[in-house]
């Protein structure tokens, strides 16, 4: 689950599709991440996002559809 907060409303839930590339939920995730690498030191609380310390990339766990 990646919970943004606030106000600590989950944006996405197990199982749940992340849609397209260019969809709402990871242009919200995009923004977060260049907040985060805009103003270093005040960066935003998103539950199960985690920050990769060496290239400040946020990242989530997913699982990929393969073509049947």
Do not use: K, Q
């Not at 990871?26 to 960066?43: I, K, M, S, T, Y």
């Not at 985690?50 to 073509?67: F, N």
């Amino acid at each position: 689950m990646a919970t943004v907060t606030p106000p600590g409303i989950p944006v996405l839930m197990p199982g749940e599709s992340t849609g397209t590339p260019d969809g709402p939920l990871l242009r919200c995730l995009r923004a977060l991440e260049a907040f985060d690498r805009e103003f270093p030191g005040f960066h935003g609380e998103a539950h199960g996002v985690t920050l990769d310390p060496e290239s400040g990339d946020h990242l989530i766990e997913c699982v990929r559809r393969t073509p049947s």
